[in-house]
C-alpha cells in the first residue's frame, strides 16, 4: 500500500505535493519520490526511508519551481526499499514519469518484452515497466496529441493484470496529470482553477473538500481547469461527487504526541457519530442506506461475517449479537481463509465483509468469491470512495473519522457499534425481538459513549502498569464470551505495537493446554464478564485462582463494584457495568491504552509499527 498525490494548478506543485505526502505517509514508508514539470523539463527526486530524507533531498537541492507535480510515499513489494527502486520511474526519454500503488502480476513478462525491444529498465520495481509501456505507446498514439498521455495510459492499463493505480505525467504537457485504478483506491479532489488527485482525501482537504471517487478500471485526465473520467475503452464514465466533512485537523494529530493517543481519546465522539442518523424519533432503527431491504433480510437464513486482523474481532463479537438478538447462525471467517474453503453459500446468506479502509486485498478478494456464489453482501466500511462499498450490495459505514495509526482503535469500537445496529436492526424486521426490547437496547447504545468516556478518564494506573512491565517478554490474555475476543484483539495491540509475544485465549482452553505456560510472575490479563452473566462470571473467577496459584501476575478487567474478583487480582481495572454483549466497548479500552503506553516505552513508533501497513492492499 502506498500513498499517491498529484496536483495541477496554480499553487508551487511541489508544496502541495510534499504536504499531500505527509498526510499519507502512514500508507507506506519505506521509500519516497516526487516528480515536478517546469518549462517543459521533468524534475524528479526519490529517497528510500521515511519522507524526511527526501524533504532533506529537496532543500539541498530544489527542483524547479513549477505548478504540475506528483509524488509517491512507498511500501515496497517488488524490489527493495532504496533510492533506485523509489518512485517516480521514468520512461528512456525522461519525458514520462510514473508513480504506482498496487501489483502488476504480470510485470515479468512485460519487462521481458520491453528489454527485448531494447529498453533499459534501471530498478526492480514492477512499476518501472509501465513508464516504458507508456513511451511505448505515447509513439503508436501520437503522443504529442492533447489527449496522448491518456489514450497511451488506457492502453497500458488494458495490458496489466493485477492491482494497481497509476498516475503519470509526461514533460510535453504542463497541464496535464493522468491516473488510472484497478483494486487500488484513487481520489480526485476537485478545487477552482485546479485539481488533485490522491490515494485518500487526506492529502487534499486542506485545498477542497468537494471528491470524485474514481471507479474499477477507470483513466481520470486532470487539469487545472476540469477532470475528464473513462473507462480502458475510452468511453465516459459516470462519476460520483461527494463533499468530504473530514477537516484538516481531523487528519492532523491534534496536539498528541501520535495519532493512535488522539485516535483512542476520539472514540466515544466515533461512537457516538456512527449512532447518529440511525435512530428514529419513534425508537426504532433507520438503516435503509444499507441498500439491503427489508424483505430480502427476511429471507437471509445465514450470516458469514469475513474480515481480517482487528476487523475480524469486532466480527467475533458480532456472532454473539446476530445470534442473541436476530436469532440467525453466524459464521466468521478470516477473509484470507474464507475462500480457500468450500464454504456453504446461497442467495440467501448474507455475506458481511468488515474493514476500516475498505481496501485490503484479502477482504475484497473474499467478497468477491462469495459474489460469485451469488451470496448477498454488505460492507462495514470507515473510508468513503474505497473499493469495498462499491463492490458490495449495501454498506454501513462507520463514521469514525480517518484512523490514521496503523493500529486499529477507534474504527474497532465503530465497528462494534455497526454490528450491533446491524444485529438490532435484523431482530427488528425479523421481529425476533419486540420493537421496545430492540428500543431498550438502543438507548444503552447511546449510552455508551459517556462509558466510554469514563474509561478514558481513568486509565492512568492502567499506564503505569503498561510501563512496569515494558520489560516483560510475554503477556497472555483470557477471557469468555465477548469477552474472548477482546482477549484476542488485547494481544493483538501488544503484538503490533510493542513487538512482544501475546497471546490470548478462551479462558475455558486453560486447562486443556495454555495453563502450562503460566510460571511466576507472568503477567495475564483477564476480561471478567458482567456479573448478570453469573455462570460465565463464577467460571472465569475460578480461572484468576487457578493461575493466581501458579504464580501468575493477574490483571483484571471487571466492572466496578465486582468485588468477588478483588482477592485474586494483583491489579485490578474497573470499567462501567454495561450490558454483556456492549461489553467490549469498554473493556477493549484499556487494552489498547495498556499497548500502545507500554510499546512507547519501549520506545517505539506506535503510529508505523515496524513490517506493518495500515492496509495491506496486496494478498
Ligand atoms: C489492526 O490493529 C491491524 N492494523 C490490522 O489487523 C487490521 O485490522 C487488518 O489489516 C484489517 O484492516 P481493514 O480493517 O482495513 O480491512
Known sequence: MCGIVGYVGGRPALDVVVDGLARLEYRGYDSAGVAVLAGGRLATAKRAGKLVNLKEALAEEPPPAGTLGMGHTRWATHGPPNDRNA??????????????????????????????????????????????????????????????????????????????????????????????????????????????????????????????????????????????????????AEVTEYHVDWDVSAAEKGGYDYFMLKEIAEQPRAVADTLLGRIGADGRLHLDEMRITDRELREVDKIIIVACGTSYHAGLIAKYAIEHWAGLPCEVELASEFRYRDSILSPTTLVIAISQSGETMDALMAVRHAREQKAKLLGICNVNGSTLPRECDGVLYTHAGPEIAVASTKAFLTQLVAVYLIALYIAQVRGTKWGDEVFAMVQLLERMPEKVDKVLETMEPVRELARSLAGERCVLFLGRHVGFPVALEGALKLKELAYMHAEGFAAGELKHGPIALIEQGLPVVVVVPPRARDVLHDKIVSNIQEIRARGARTIVIAEEGDASVQPYADTLISVPAVPTLLQPLVTTVPLQVFACELATAKGHDVDQPRNLAKSVTVE
Not at 519525458?95 to 520491453?114: D, Q, S, W, Y
Not at 531494447?118 to 515497466?129: C, V
Request: charged content about 25%; some cysteine.
Open 87 to 236: 518512485h517516480p520511474h521514468t520512461d528512456c526519454t525522461g519525458t514520462v514519469a510514473v508513480i504506482h500503488n498496487g501489483i502488476i502480476e504480470n510485470f515479468a513478462a512485460l519487462r521481458a518484452e520491453l528489454e527485448d525491444a531494447g529498453h533499459k529498465l534501471r530498478s526492480d520495481t514492477d512499476t518501472e515497466a509501465v513508464a516504458h509501456l507508456l513511451e511505448d505507446e505515447l509513439a503508436a498514439v501520437d503522443g504529442n496529441a492533447r489527449d496522448g498521455l491518456a489514450e497511451a495510459m488506457r492502453r497500458v492499463c488494458r495490458r496489466l493484470e493485477g492491482a494497481f493505480t497509476l498516475v503519470a505525467v509526461h514533460a510535453g504537457d504542463d497541464d496535464l496529470v493522468v491516473g488510472a485504478r484497478r483494486n487500488s483506491p484513487l481520489v480526485v479532489g476537485v478545487g477552482d482553477g485546479e485539481n488533485f488527485l490522491a490515494s485518500d482525501v487526506a492529502a487534499f482537504i486542506e485545498h477542497t473538500r468537494d471528491a470524485i471517487e474514481l471507479g474499477q478500471d477507470q483513466v481520470v485526465e486532470l487539469r487545472s481547469g476540469g477532470v475528464t473520467v473513462t473507462d480502458f475503452e475510452g468511453r465516459p
